[in-house]
């Protein structure tokens, strides 16, 4: 059992950047794989980055590419998410998740944990 928790969200012009935390509790981080999605109003839950347990492996969605990047901190139980460049359209509410494995993960469906999210509104 793993409790997440995620921080750093906020109002942030296009063109900005914002660093999101997702700190871990509970069993050993280093045994799960993490991932962040996001939901924005009316659309369903998507994709957005993966890290394996390792942190060594990571995977991005398109649409992020180039500009986000996800990074995992075992020591300190703690996943990240440093956004840069953002756009209007990267406005939602981003979850972190995880998931016991060795791979990285990017379905839904995938992960069993889950973090209440943080609001991120890019302004144009």
């Known amino acids: 059992q793993v409790q997440l928790v995620e921080s750093g969200g906020g109002l942030v012009q296009a063109g900005g950047s914002l660093r999101l935390s997702c700190a871990a509790s509970g069993r050993t981080f280093s045994i799960y794989a993490a991932g962040w999605f996001r939901q924005a109003p009316g659309k369903e839950r998507r994709f957005v980055a993966a890290i394996s347990r390792s942190g060594s492996t990571t995977y991005y969605a398109d649409s992020v590419k180039g500009r986000f990047t996800i990074s995992k901190d075992n020591a300190k139980n703690a996943v990240y998410l440093q956004m840069n460049s953002l756009k209007p359209e990267d406005t939602a509410v981003y979850y972190c998740?995880?998931?016991?494995?060795?791979?990285?993960?990017?379905?839904?469906?995938?992960?069993?944990?889950w973090g209440q999210g943080t609001q991120v509104t890019v302004s144009s």
């Open positions: 998740a995880a998931r016991a494995g060795s791979d990285f993960y990017t379905s839904f469906s995938d992960y069993n944990y």
